[in-house]
């Protein structure tokens, strides 16, 4: 009789270990979901104030260490990538006019850091005619801050139109 005990208590602690084992992936599903939900408002927040040029904005979502390769390669600092997006340069812009739709986000949380990529589907007219669409990849690695996540770098690459049918 007394092994039988034994054995029941070692399935009542091992279903209890079970529950906390559950419930501790739950609790821990539902943090990494809220900070998804918050990189994705973040990244949606680059792309508002990008279009903008909203460089206060963009000066409180980057880290005091942001950089940035373009999508021609080039290195930019934190301080660069700000003043391209200054009043003096949206009015260089002109008649030059786009919209950024994010889709396809693959995010990966480490922690307090994470990387995000994102495709950027671009729509785009310049002096009322609507150009070809394009899309470029973003990638982005955040950090999360006192006061939430904030983009420590960003990345991005091309992506190739399709090609156009072979003629028969």
Not at 102 to 119: D, H, L, M, N, Q
């Amino acid at each position: 009789m007394y092994l039988f005990g034994d054995h029941f208590m070692m399935r009542k602690i091992a279903f209890l270990v079970l529950i906390l084992g559950i419930s501790g992936l739950t609790a821990h599903s539902q943090t990494t979901s809220k900070d998804e939900v918050a990189i994705q408002s973040l990244v949606k927040q680059l792309i508002t104030a990008q279009l903008g040029y909203d460089s206060p904005a963009l000066d409180k979502i980057f880290t005091a260490d942001y950089i940035e390769i373009s999508p021609l390669g080039e290195f930019d600092p934190r301080s660069k990538v700000l003043g391209f997006y200054s009043p003096e340069e949206k009015a260089k812009a002109g008649k030059f006019s786009g919209d950024v739709e994010p889709t396809e986000y693959s995010i990966r949380i480490y922690g307090k850091f994470a990387v995000v990529i994102v495709r950027l589907n671009y729509t785009m007219t310049s002096d009322g005619k609507t150009l070809p669409p394009r899309s470029i990849r973003g990638t982005f690695v955040c950090r999360k801050e006192k006061d939430g996540w904030k983009i420590a770098s960003a990345q991005y690459t091309g992506i190739r139109p399709p090609a156009p049918p072979k003629p028969r």
